[in-house]
């Protein structure tokens, strides 16, 4: 068995103290971290594909599809266990990305790209005109419960922010042993130089096909924590702005850290909301400069500040 490395020993410390702080503050804040560890969640697949040479503005259709299974299970099948709701939109999620990798992994850069969004944009214009779900306005969640806690009569709010921590604690562990694997390298190397992996004797599309799937069952992940959240789902979650702003988030944190995307989106979330309230006409406007200062500045993403402390300490 591996020894757990420093990373993970600074993520578990994270996660803890996270956790811990989570019950001194505001409810407003608490349901903001739990959007935040969802959204970062969604990027951690963007940057997973970013790291083999891929750009998706699609990853909304999987963020859909675990924020409607949650939604479908609880509403048709009964379920309210939010650990099976969850299994059951990363099963369905998983399914459908199995059969999109075998197009969209054959393409490389724009091309992937818009496949990607047409997809997405697709199950958006289904849900759109199914009347049975709600169409433009969606439709509520049921009352999940998880092991002996049921969301009608506890806390729900700081119950959402402790599963979402656990579960962004366990994936975010998992992609830094991935990240350091023959497949995590590879897709590295595809980016650099996919003609070089292929003389190795290293197949890049299965290797793509391998990352696209996984950064899918991520992405469901995090839509489906959406879901439980904020007791609600509609269709705009697969819009092509929703997956705009997952790219957006990635490029803000980097791919240099498996925390990076969570950081970059808890960055995120709190600049909207504070520019929404204070500039409700122009906040747009504040998340492009941003975005563009961060560019300018910070083109490795925020976590280029802390690799670049390291460099000057050591």
């Known amino acids: 068995m591996m020894k757990a490395d420093r990373t993970e020993l600074s993520l578990i ?87 999109l990798g075998l197009l969209v992994t054959r393409y490389r850069e724009i091309f992937f790209a818009m496949l990607s969004l047409a997809f997405s944009m697709i199950l958006y214009g289904i849900l759109v005109k199914s009347h049975g779900l709600g169409s433009t306005d969606g439709f509520g969640v049921v009352d999940w419960t998880l092991l002996w806690f049921d969301s009608k009569t506890g806390d ?68 489906s924590m959406t879901a439980l959240a904020a007791g609600h789902v509609d269709p705009t979650m697969a819009y092509w702005t929703i997956s705009g702003e997952f790219v957006f988030i990635a490029i803000l944190g980097g791919t240099g850290h498996v925390a990076a995307p969570f950081i970059a989106a808890l960055i995120f979330t709190l600049v909207r909301t504070y520019a929404i309230e204070l500039a409700p006409n122009a906040w747009q406007m504040i998340l492009g400069i ?19 402390k390291k460099g000057a300490a050591s």
């Open 290 to 308: 941003v975005l563009l200062l961060i560019i300018l500045f910070l083109p490795k993403g925020i976590w280029s500040l802390f690799t670049r």
């Open 156 to 223: 729900s709010a700081n119950m959402a922010l402790m599963l979402a921590i656990a579960l962004a604690l366990l994936i975010a562990l998992f992609l830094n042993r991935y990240f350091k694997s023959s497949i995590g390298l590879a897709c590295e190397a595809i980016r650099e130089n996919e003609v070089r992996v292929e003389y190795m004797g290293i197949s890049r599309q299965q290797t793509l096909y391998i990352n696209y799937v996984i950064a899918a069952a991520i992405g469901s992940v995090g839509g």
């Open 13 to 99: 410390g994270v996660a803890i103290a996270v956790a811990i702080a989570a019950q001194f503050s505001p409810n407003w804040l608490v349901f903001t971290l739990t959007l935040a560890i969802s959204t970062g969640l969604v990027v951690m697949g963007v940057v997973m594909l970013m790291r083999a040479g891929l750009v998706s503005f699609g990853q909304g259709l999987f963020y859909c599809l675990g924020g409607y299974a949650v939604g479908l299970g609880g509403r048709f099948l009964g379920i309210t266990d939010a650990l099976v709701l969850i299994g059951l939109g990363v099963v369905a999620t998983v399914a459908i990305a199995m059969i």
